[in-house]
């Protein structure tokens, strides 16, 4: 009996000190950093790997350090043009300094996401409609400057911020359809303006070339007319340019159709039809 007590007194004892040693016995992944606490008091970090605490005395907060992606609620927005747009943003971010994430602010993942949400109205406040649909890198890049400055007194490095989505007013909708259409015209306007100076200068080109020997004229005239034989059943009479140019010639001779014709009762104010026009 003797023994047995014995016994039991040196084995209570020692699971005493086995219970407080592993009550102590801590943790840390190696995407985390321990913040240790003794009597109330910041003593240091613990990084990742096995770590024990005295017990009753030291406390540790874990801290994560992987980069965290949070979105920011869909915000009211009035642009500086007084445009009234719905935006949504998320923010990436990652706490570099985990002491000064538990030591300089209470919950760093709830103040990390309100100065984002109130950093996107005040930045989106300072630029017109026009440019937050096309200088959207440039928005990013400045929130996500203003954001890192504001929370590197919490260890906080802000990475990236992306504006996700604008939700236009339907109004503003059609008014930008209405502009892209119109723009739309213009340019098919200009270019079929460019494509008929093209060709006019191409048709005098050819003029030119033609007016060099009249037997490429004369060549031209036969390949219209065979080109409008192919199109289907058509009767044609072709007339030799040089008995055209005769009539023309012979017209040109006689006044037919000048001004003060007396044959033609014209008066010299009125204006006579062109040469082989009809009336």
Known sequence: MTDVFGLLGFLIPLGIVLLLFLSGVRIVNEYQNGVVFRLGRYVGLKRAGFRWL????????????RTVARDVPPQDVITRDNVSVKVNAVVYFRVIQADKAVLQVEDYLYATSQLAQTTLRAIL???????????????????????????????IKVSNVEVKHIDLPLEMQRAIARQAEAERERRAKIIAAEGEHQAAEKLSMAADVLSRNPATLQLRYLQTLVEITTGGNHTILPIPLDILRAVGAAAARSGFGSRGDSRHGLDDDEESPPAGGLT
């Open 54 to 65: 005295i017990p009753f005395v030291e406390r540790m907060v874990i801290i994560d350090l």
């Open 125 to 155: 406040g300072q630029v017109e409609l026009d440019q937050l649909l096309t200088e959207r890198e440039r928005i990013n890049r400045e929130i996500q400057q203003v954001l890192d400055a504001h929370t590197d007194p919490w260890g």
